[in-house]
């Protein structure tokens, strides 16, 4: 009975096969295919430069390895491939070959050397005075789905991707939690980026801006909770971005893209008084020097000086109007 076999019941022993452990990818599928295609580049590479013999014998000696992907790496800067190629293909090497890690200091030391050459650059953020101007348009036109999926983007600072996957069951409201005692909204999203980096499976973005509140009540308090939040596809996304920027008459040069819309909420945070810490915890991110080269770099800079004086004016003037059409939306 109970009392002679207290605690929880044992778990019954389910047979289990190693070989589902061992199919199971550590990577999203996106940046397995370009691991894949980097490391066929190489073995192409290494057939052109080595006799099959040679090529067998190379894996026996990890210094020579390495020497062979420093070499190839001279060779992808003079062929003008990206470095971004580089470093999939040295992380794929230590993947595949784990005794080569203690050796692979100096192939590193060639991805060092190119980014001196050639400094990251980051995504210009989207300007506040840009996103005011941008949503005041699409609200004049009615696109008010468009323009409160960009709005939990930047205010949540959040990958627009990950807004644009979102459903209406996925967004919790002030009005779902009955009543305004929670002033705050809050985005589940599903499969993150950052899932496999200690981050969590599921996370979530956090809005707070009163203003925004309201708007995000009023565009999707009433959907069905399997609809999505933007009805369209991303494609859809992409061309009324593209759109609102021809009428305000921003350069091709100097258009930001969608993804500038998680930096340009970082940055307004920032600007607003928000640490680093808090920063770090609402970007779901990790490495600390990251996100400080980021702000370093970004923060005082602004695509605004850049623009011609008519998008400036165009730019002004829509922002201008951004409190109203808002209240107008909410009313």
């Known amino acids: 009975g109970e009392a002679q076999n207290p605690g929880p ?23 397995g295919a370009i691991q894949h295609r980097v490391w066929n580049c190489f073995e192409v590479w290494l057939q052109a430069s080595l006799s099959p013999t040679a090529r067998a014998e190379a894996f026996l000696c990890p210094s020579l390895v390495v020497l062979l992907l420093e070499k190839y790496g001279l060779h992808l800067y003079s062929s003008g491939k990206g470095l971004y190629e580089l470093r999939h293909l040295l992380v794929v090497a230590q993947q595949r070959y784990p005794w080569l890690k203690a050796h692979m200091a100096p192939a590193w030391q060639v991805v060092s050397r190119w980014e001196v050459l050639q400094p990251v650059r980051h995504r210009t953020p989207l300007h506040f ?8 348009l699409a609200l004049a036109k009615r696109w008010f789905r468009w323009a409160a999926t960009v709005s939990l983007g930047f205010y949540g600072i959040a990958r627009i991707s990950e807004v644009l996957k979102a459903k209406r069951m996925d967004l919790l409201l002030p009005s779902d939690q009955f009543g305004l005692d929670f ?3 809050f985005l589940k999203v599903r499969n993150p980026k950052t899932k496999r980096r200690g981050r969590g499976r599921v996370q979530h ?3 707070q801006d009163p203003m925004i509140l309201r708007f995000l009540e009023t565009v999707f308090a009433s959907l069905d909770p399997t609809l999505s939040l933007f009805p369209l596809s991303a494609a859809s996304f992409r061309s009324r971005w593209e759109k ?3 009428e305000l008459f921003i350069p091709a040069g100097t258009r930001p893209t969608p993804a500038s819309i998680r930096g340009g909420g970082c940055i307004l945070a920032y600007q607003q008084g ?14 600390q020097s990251t996100l400080e080269h980021y702000l370093q770099e970004m923060a005082a800079d602004s695509v605004m000086n850049r ?7 165009k730019v002004k003037t829509a922002a201008l109007l951004f409190p109203l059409l808002m209240e107008h939306s909410v009313s």
Not at 129 to 136: C, E, N, R, W
């Open 205 to 207: 973005l956090k809005i």
């Open 9 to 31: 019941r044992r778990a019954h022993f389910v047979p289990r096969n190693p070989l589902n452990l061992q199919a199971v990818s550590l990577v999203e599928p996106a940046t």
């Open 274 to 287: 928000e640490d680093i810490s808090n920063l770090m915890w609402r970007m779901r991110v990790s490495n």
């Open 244 to 246: 609102l920027l021809d």
């Open 307 to 313: 623009l011609p004086e008519m998008s400036t004016c």
């Open 183 to 185: 002033p705050a909204a």
């Open 129 to 136: 005075s840009l996103f005011k101007a941008m949503v005041s």
